[in-house]
């Protein structure tokens, strides 16, 4: 039988679980430029954006993790257009310059650390492989999963808890 509260879900988001490509430019002043209220709302979500609410009401713990800064824009968009449940932990870049798969797994470290983690499992969805593989690399019960492949795990889980 599935325990959801042995199993966390980690997502990201540019890519994975919203299109925010129109707010992406060439360099990251681009990208604090086209950060503004109007882009932001103009993001899309994605057929993984669903699974954030649907996987926490079914009792699963789920983060949000991104290699970016958030604005309270994008804590708005989360809440509001995507429905994201404000129990659901975000975790941003701050103003750390490491590259974004050395940043993600520093964030996401304590899940291995914390005695009540350690033998959880931990999906980390992400369209980034650099991001999969350093996720890994925190141990084996450390999961990084593509959008497709972590969408198809969502789709059996819930069928088993039906």
């Known amino acids: 039988m599935i325990r959801p509260q042995e199993n966390i ?3 990201d988001l540019d890519g994975t ?7 992406q430019g060439e360099t990251l002043e681009d990208w604090f430029r086209l950060n503004t ?3 932001v709302m103009k993001d899309k ?3 993984l954006a669903k699974a954030i609410r649907e996987l926490w ?4 713990r789920v983060l949000i993790c991104t290699s970016r ?3 309270a824009w994008d804590y708005e968009y989360l809440y509001n257009r995507i429905y994201v449940p404000v129990a659901v932990k975000v975790i941003g870049r701050g103003n750390s310059k490491m590259d974004s798969h050395t940043l993600k797994k520093k964030q996401l470290s304590y899940l291995q650390n914390f005695k009540h983690f350690k033998h959880a499992n931990k999906f980390l969805i992400d369209d980034s492989e650099p991001n999969r593989i350093s996720f890994e690399e925190l141990g084996s019960t450390c999961w ?3 959008p497709a492949s972590g969408n198809e795990l969502i789709e059996h ?3 088993d808890l039906s």
């Open 157 to 159: 889980l819930k069928r």
């Open 17 to 23: 679980t919203i299109d925010s490509s129109h707010r």
């Open 45 to 47: 979500p994605l057929l």
């Open 57 to 60: 009401e079914s009792g699963f």
């Open 37 to 39: 209220a109007e882009n």
């Open 144 to 146: 990084g999963l593509t």
């Open 69 to 71: 800064t958030l604005s």
């Open 9 to 11: 879900f980690i997502f």
